[in-house]
């Protein structure tokens, strides 16, 4: 039997392999595109392309794909075989440098939020030599960002991949300033947490609702929900142990380090957590993880749901992005030092991110924001949707005692002198986990938990690494100008604390006191998605992501209009597949049901005019009040989605869709589930949510 050790990485293309299967020369011109951007030449890329295509087919593979993620939030996958035909009928496996560099898949039908017009619907796929390229389900798939022939992106990783390289610009110019000249790049690293459902698969191909939109449009609550708290970390049953098995080899093998399974919260809730890397493999080693959960499941004759709220009254799902800064040279820049001055340099890192939080609270927010999120964010389970920071009591104590120029520390009640006084050891468990916070200072890295569950962690990265690249910029601007460094370097961290402290709370935040305590300090609470979308073109938005060159304004344009589409069109799916439930499957069972008392009673009474038919005259007379009300939302719901034809801007239209369609379809729920909840069993014609959320035994 292979062991993990064995199976690790075995289908990755990594730096191992390459060493040992390319020429030394080659080996070191990729080793320079991959650590330095440096652009490959065609020879080399010829020799690299060859090498690859031999590993491949020796492990099973027979074509190859460009993989990129576009904006729809899943990867895509053109394959083409390495196959070339000879003239002796015969065919040889061949796969050239410009195949691997480069691709031109016909993606006339990707969202490009107008960026694209179709007659030149060509986009094109380039190979990013940062991630390594891997084999899956016999296909030799190479990573690849996705742009339009103006060079627009078109996908998740360009603006993840520039926004690294902005933050990177900017954090070797503040280590500069600190004497440090032997870091020669920094990158951002992300451990994303995964949550997420099993049921069981016969189940759901029975709730249309679960098939078209990944979650319950009706349903009653059962009995039993999550009060117990008998599910989280609880013993894992057999039939998902198998499935965790089986998921963490095909990770292993894919160089995915999965590291950490338990029970969720949530009755069929559960979580898996990889060790963190660098931001754009943590992507798209993400990705891969969703895709492979949900192709496993089936396997396993279950389906895994990513949805952020697959059944009301229980939990939902989230993504915890655990996010720091580190150099090549193996330092955490979010990790207190050992010494004076690197703790002054922590200080003015932290100082940046919480600079950044407070300036782009609205991008933070609208990074995490999707119609699926919405039913979280807010809903005293997940963090509120007013963005801000916990760090803990012992750093709040030092941020404040540097506001104020007080003394602080319980020995020497000295004042802290930025750069000569040594911090205290933060122990990681005197951070605190304040679960109610969105953004919290977790000793060494902050967590990031308004990640919606199905999202790609992209767009999040994005925004943390730029706006902390703006605000790294923004103090290597003064502090590269000071005379007096030290003094400087005081001021800048005194007053971005006094200017921003408004952003640091670490209380409770689904406290109904904390929406008003926050609306004091100012700080924003964007409810929902059309809300969010608002400001994300926002003069000072615009001007981030423009001077850092991670959007340009037709590009961000092209994204704002992506996502209201995207929040139209789930909604408006949603509402439909409601109307198809409703009209097609829930009246007329109830209807029969209704027909089934009283014919009862009527047999009844034939049989002896004495008995007493209360249960069935009654329960006929409930249904159907609750039938005719339901008819009545139907016809409403159908009425408003017909009125939304004709609006025609996006920003209307998802306005209209959040007041209008979301509250039809919340009183159309009402009717059905109260029905639901009364009617017999065996007529309800779909698996009711104890079946659901109890089924995987
Ligand atoms: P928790 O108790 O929240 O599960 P862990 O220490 O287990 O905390 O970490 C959760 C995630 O954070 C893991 O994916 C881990 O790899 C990641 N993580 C740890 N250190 C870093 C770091 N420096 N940068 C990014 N992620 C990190
Ligand atoms: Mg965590």
């Not at 993606?107 to 940062?130: I, K, M, V």
């Not at 249309?208 to 979650?215: A, E």
């Not at 789930?570 to 509402?575: D, G, L, T």
Request: aromatic share 8%; with cysteine.
């Amino acid at each position: 039997m292979s062991t993990v050790t064995d199976i690790f990485g075995s289908m990755v293309f990594d730096d191992s392999v390459m060493e040992a299967r390319l020429p030394k020369e080659t080996y070191k011109a990729l080793q320079n595109t991959i650590k330095n951007g440096k652009q490959l030449d065609s020879g080399v890329a010829n020799v690299v392309a060859n090498a690859m295509k031999d590993w491949a087919v020796e492990n099973g593979a027979t074509h190859f794909t460009h993989w990129f993620q576009p904006m729809t939030g899943i990867t895509a996958e053109k394959h083409d075989s390495f196959i070339s035909p000879k003239d002796n009928g015969k065919v040889i496996m061949e796969f050239s440098g410009k195949n691997l560099i480069q691709g031109e898949p016909d993606a006339s039908s990707f969202p490009s939020g107008g960026l694209r017009a179709t007659f030149e619907a060509r986009g094109y796929t380039a190979w990013d030599a940062t991630s390594y390229a891997f084999i899956k389900d016999g296909v030799l798939c190479i990573p690849t960002v996705f742009c339009s022939y103006g060079g627009e992106a078109l996908d998740q990783k360009t603006a993840l991949l520039r926004s690294m390289e902005a933050i990177n610009r900017q954090a070797l110019r503040v280590l500069r300033l600190f004497g440090n000249t032997d870091v020669k790049s920094v990158k951002t690293t992300v451990g994303p947490e995964q949550e997420y459902f099993l049921i069981d698969k016969d189940l759901y191909d029975k709730r249309k609702d679960l098939i078209y939109t990944g979650r319950t449009l009706f349903g009653a609550r059962a009995p039993k929900g999550q009060e117990l708290d008998d599910h989280y970390f609880g013993v894992i049953k057999s039939r998902v142990a198998a499935f965790m098995k089986e998921l963490n080899d095909e990770l292993w093998k894919l160089g995915i380090l999965a590291k950490t399974e338990h029970n969720e919260v949530a009755p069929s809730q559960h979580e898996l957590a990889p060790v963190f890397s660098t931001t754009n493999i943590a992507a798209d080693h993400n990705q891969l993880t969703m895709e492979l959960m949900q192709k496993i499941a089936k396997k396993h004759n279950m389906v895994c749901l990513l949805h952020e709220k697959p059944f009301a009254g229980v939990n939902g799902s989230g993504k915890h992005n655990n996010w720091s800064i580190s150099t090549d040279t193996g330092a955490n820049l979010l990790e207190p030092g050992d010494t004076p001055y690197e703790n002054a340099q922590f200080l003015l890192f932290l100082c940046a991110v919480i600079k950044a939080v407070d300036e782009y609270q609205d991008l933070l927010r609208i990074s995490v924001a999707t119609a699926g999120n919405d039913h979280r964010l807010g809903a005293n389970e997940a963090p509120p949707a007013i963005v801000s920071m916990f760090v803990g009591t012992e750093l709040e104590e030092i941020l404040e005692a540097i506001e104020q120029d007080t003394p602080y520390g319980s020995k020497e009640r000295e004042t802290l002198k930025i750069g000569v006084s040594t911090l205290p050891k933060f122990s990681r468990d005197a951070t605190d986990r304040n679960r109610t916070s969105p953004f919290a200072f977790t000793g060494n890295k902050f967590e990031f938990r308004m990640l919606g569950s199905a999202s790609s962690i992209s767009c999040a990265n994005v925004v943390l690494n730029t706006s902390v690249a703006e605000e790294l910029k923004g103090f290597a601007d003064r502090l590269e100008k000071a005379a007096d460094f030290e003094k400087e370097l005081h001021d800048v961290i005194q007053e971005t604390i006094r200017d921003h402290k408004r952003i640091i709370f670490n209380g409770d935040g689904y406290d109904e006191s904390w929406v008003k305590e926050s609306a004091k300090r100012g700080l924003l609470n964007l409810k929902t998605t059309p809300d969010a979308l608002k400001h994300l073109l926002d003069e000072k938005n615009v001007k981030l992501f423009g001077d850092h060159k991670v959007f340009s304004l037709t590009e961000l344009e092209a994204r704002h209009e992506v996502f209201l589409e995207n929040y139209c069109k789930v909604i408006n799916i949603e509402a439909l597949t409601m109307l198809d439930m409703a009209r097609k499957d829930i009246m007329p069972a109830m209807s029969a049901y209704t027909k089934t008392l009283s014919e009862s009673a009527l047999k009844k009474t034939e049989l002896c005019s004495e008995i007493d038919c209360t249960y069935e005259r009654e329960n006929v007379k409930d249904i159907s009040l609750m039938l005719n009300a339901m008819y009545k939302q139907v016809k409403k719901l159908e009425l408003d989605l017909l009125t939304s034809k004709s609006i025609r801007s996006s920003e209307e239209l998802a306005d209209y869709y959040k007041d209008t369609i979301i509250a039809d379809m919340a009183e159309l729920r009402v009717s059905a589930d109260e029905m639901e909840t009364i009617a017999s069993g065996e007529m309800w014609p779909y698996p009711s949510y104890g079946e659901l959320l109890f089924g995987v035994r």
